[in-house]
């Protein structure tokens, strides 16, 4: 029911008509169609909900069973009619779908003799495939007219075309299986590790960095390119060789300028590394006018929106722009797909939130002068409730949560819940954060439990804690996929803001 929920939702009715399958879903008393249109209606969730409306709660999943599957036949069907001409589906995409859909039916013409027919699709389509660079396609296309130009109808100068057509797209889906491999093998590495590569890791990448630029100036495909460029661009990310990254990004959009061909996709994650790099060299400006470019070409409410305010909100953060920063979560949690979303960006602007409301009682941010929707009441054990993954992680990713949820204690004065934080962060600090990258926490965990024994003054306080202060100083924040959401709000600005907040009470 879940997939015949999901294809209804894609395929409109107004899609369905397009696609001329219309005859069992445009008579209200046959089951197939009210079972559709209840899908629609939101009705129908589940086959409890089909078996009551459907056949007035009779015990019928025998025949609900055979409802389903000749309706999710005929939706996978129509996904092949589906309108995809609007502003969510240009040039790549629409391409892809003629030249697939020409694949196919080559491939049942050939199969029913029509050799002629199905090879002059194959030697038109071939052309626009070989512009996208669809490089299975055009292996899949070559073979074909290989084949063909050999067996039924001799001809060899096309066959030795299509020969070397055929041995340069194998070569192609070699190195594209090749670097994805490589690509997704790091960013596994970099998101599950807590300290950065570790030396022989850094040794076997920088020598496969040297394998892909060699591979780049034999293959020429957009896919093998966009992930060379990634790959190089992350590794460099993790290098700190920050005007590098720029460096690379600024090729990769070159090189599909030069092809002629228009891929958001590849925009969005050339320029997301270049905005990162650009954050990291603290030329902010140019960070909020990339992500600015990347919202404008991101579909709102999706993945890489969400993901692209997550930066942005940090940006605003780092500048103490907290009204503005305030205004982003406000936009994000109140959009109707939010829930939706992926549960780690769900989690993450929940840790955000938690922030956001100390900085409301600390008098930072004013909710009534913002044009967003306010934000909802904060109450902590729901915040928990909220960030699973993160409140129990191990590797440094909820120190974000165990920092908030401390100094939300010491702002609602719970002197004797203090104490019984401090003990399991002490605990948490000494087992848990004990490398390089987590060497700020560290300060920032001891200055905190410092606060009882400065008896909550703040003069007091920063005496107490100033060589810890000072090693902050000595080690200033940087971002990178290691601490990206371990400080929500700097250290430094949250030293600053909890002397503040001391010298209010």
Request: aromatic share 12%; glycine share 2%.
């Amino acid at each position: 029911m879940d997939y015949i929920i999901s294809l209804s939702e894609l395929i409109t009715r107004q899609k369905i008509h397009q696609a001329a399958l219309v005859d069992e879903l445009d008579f209200n008393e046959n089951k197939m169609s009210q079972l559709y249109n209840n899908v629609l209606l939101g009705k129908i969730k589940n086959d409890q909900d089909a078996i009551s409306i459907l056949y007035n709660g009779r015990d019928q999943m025998g025949s609900l069973k055979k409802l389903k599957q000749r309706l999710y036949h005929r939706l996978i069907n129509s996904v092949f009619f589906i309108d995809q001409s609007g502003s969510n589906y240009k040039d790549i995409f629409e391409a892809a779908k003629t030249c697939y859909k020409h694949f196919a039916a080559a491939k049942l013409l050939i199969g029913n003799q029509k050799n002629k027919v199905g090879i002059d699709i194959v030697e038109k389509t071939i052309k626009m495939s070989m512009k996208y660079e669809f490089t299975d396609l055009n292996y899949l296309f070559s073979s074909l007219l290989a084949n063909y130009y050999v067996l039924s109808d001799t001809h060899k100068k096309k066959y030795e075309k299509y020969i070397a057509l055929q041995d340069y797209y194998l070569l192609a889906i070699s190195g594209e299986n090749y670097i994805e491999r490589l690509y997704r093998t790091l960013g596994i590495k970099l998101s599950k590790s807590s300290s950065g590569l570790s030396d022989e890791d850094f040794s076997y990448y920088k020598k496969e960095l040297n394998v892909v630029i060699e591979k780049q100036k034999e293959i020429k495909t957009t896919k093998f390119n966009l992930n060379a460029y990634l790959f190089q661009a992350n590794l460099y990310l993790e290098l700190k060789e920050y005007p590098k990254i720029i460096e690379i990004v600024e090729a990769g959009l070159n090189f599909y300028r030069e092809k002629d061909i228009k891929s958001t996709a590849a925009d969005y994650s050339l320029q997301t590394r270049a905005a990162i790099a650009y954050f990291l060299m603290k030329d902010y400006h140019k960070a909020e006018q990339i992500y600015e470019q990347n919202l404008s070409i991101t579909s709102p409410q999706s993945s890489n929106w969400f993901a692209t305010y997550n930066h942005y909100f940090a940006i605003k953060i780092i500048q103490n722009q907290f009204s503005e920063a305030y205004n982003i979560l406000s936009k994000v949690i109140n959009s109707n797909e939010f829930d939706k979303t992926h549960p780690l960006l769900v989690q993450l602007f929940r840790i955000k939130e938690a922030y956001i409301h100390f900085l409301i009682e600390l008098g930072k941010i004013d909710p009534s002068q913002s044009e967003e929707k306010p934000i909802r009441k904060f109450k902590l054990s729901r915040f928990l409730n909220d960030t699973p993954t993160y409140s129990q992680d191990k590797r440094g990713a909820n120190i974000s949560i165990l920092i908030i949820q401390m100094l939300l204690l010491v702002q609602n004065k719970q002197h004797i819940k203090i104490i019984d934080k401090l003990d399991a962060l002490n605990m948490y600090s000494h087992r848990y954060l004990r490398s390089d990258n987590t060497f700020r926490s560290n300060c920032f965990i001891k200055m905190l439990a410092k606060l009882p024994d400065a008896d909550y003054n703040p003069i007091r306080w920063e005496r107490y804690v100033k060589k810890f202060r000072d090693k902050l100083n000595d080690h200033p924040f940087e971002l990178s996929y290691h601490n990206l959401d371990l400080e929500v709000i700097p250290f430094e600005t949250l030293y600053d803001l909890v002397v503040e907040m001391l010298g209010q009470k």
